[in-house]
């Protein structure tokens, strides 16, 4: 089993940042920040296939595992960032346990799932296929994304499926899905993030959640919260500038 795989299910607070910027460079920067993992998200940014295996092999050049949020539920997504070398796979708007189970089938190889043996980067492009095999299903992360009213209706269920390890909340869309935006509806929200943690602890299962700055990371890892995606590469690049100009408009 991984090192990362083992921090994450083991309930070890590791922290991460979403990959949008589709340059290597961006990502050995953050790479060399001090992050536990990266995940590169190839759902809401404008990444393609093919640059996924040029920023997994830049996160590589520090030894930080990259994760990939695939965009949607689809095998071929997720074997082709698996083939690429990625660490694991943050599958979105996973509302039923057959959507969760599918995930499952799609990441793991048999007997646990049906992913299918390709000569890609992370089986050093055939050489290597019969190592890759003996280790993969014990390494690699599957996060599963619960972001929806019918995901919070249904996590008793999608929490109890073998072979997720990391019940992720997407806040964001939850909101929307629930009518809990803004201000008015945090206390609802609050209820809802709490539900799906207790659900998925109470069954084994590792909970993370994403945050657009450390400031309450205190208060969810008490709830029982490990797994962190904080904010993301492009988030960081303008708070920092913005602030940079700020101090230097304002310096004496």
């Known amino acids: 089993m991984s090192g990362f795989r083992q921090k994450c299910i083991g309930y070890d607070r590791v ?11 961006a990502i050995e920067v953050t790479a060399a ?29 520090h030894k ?7 965009p949607g539920h689809a095998p071929e997504s997720v074997a082709a960032v698996l083939d690429a070398g990625a660490a694991g796979v943050l599958v979105p708007r996973v509302s ?14 048999p007997p646990i799932g049906e992913r299918g ?22 390494s690699l992360v ?15 269920d999608i929490v109890q499926v073998e072979g997720v390890d990391v019940i992720f909340i997407g806040p964001g869309d939850l909101s929307v899905s629930i009518d809990a935006m803004g201000p008015a ?5 609050n209820a809802a993030i709490e539900t799906i ?5 109470a069954a084994g299962k590792a909970v993370g959640i994403f945050r657009p700055s450390a400031d309450d990371i205190g208060k969810w890892s008490a709830a029982g919260i490990s797994f962190y995606l904080l904010a993301s590469d492009t988030m960081f690049l303008g708070a920092s500038l913005a602030a940079g100009a700020a101090a230097a408009r304002n310096a004496k």
């Open 15 to 25: 922290i991460g940042t979403f990959a949008a910027i589709p340059h290597p460079v």
């Open 142 to 156: 599957l996060a599963v994304q619960v972001e929806t009213a019918e995901g919070l209706a249904n996590v008793e």
């Open 96 to 109: 039923t346990a057959a959507q969760a189970k599918a995930a499952v089938m799609a990441t793991r190889y």
């Open 117 to 138: 043996v390709g000569p890609g980067r992370a089986a050093a492009y055939g050489y290597k296929i019969p190592d890759y095999l003996k280790s993969a299903n014990d």
């Open 197 to 201: 943690t207790k659900a998925a602890r």
């Open 185 to 189: 509806g945090q206390d609802k929200l």
């Open 64 to 70: 930080v595992p990259a994760m990939v949020r695939v």
């Open 33 to 61: 920040s001090g992050l536990d993992f990266i995940c590169i998200d190839w759902e809401h940014s404008q990444i393609s296939r093919e640059r996924i295996e040029d920023l997994i092999r830049a996160s590589d050049v």
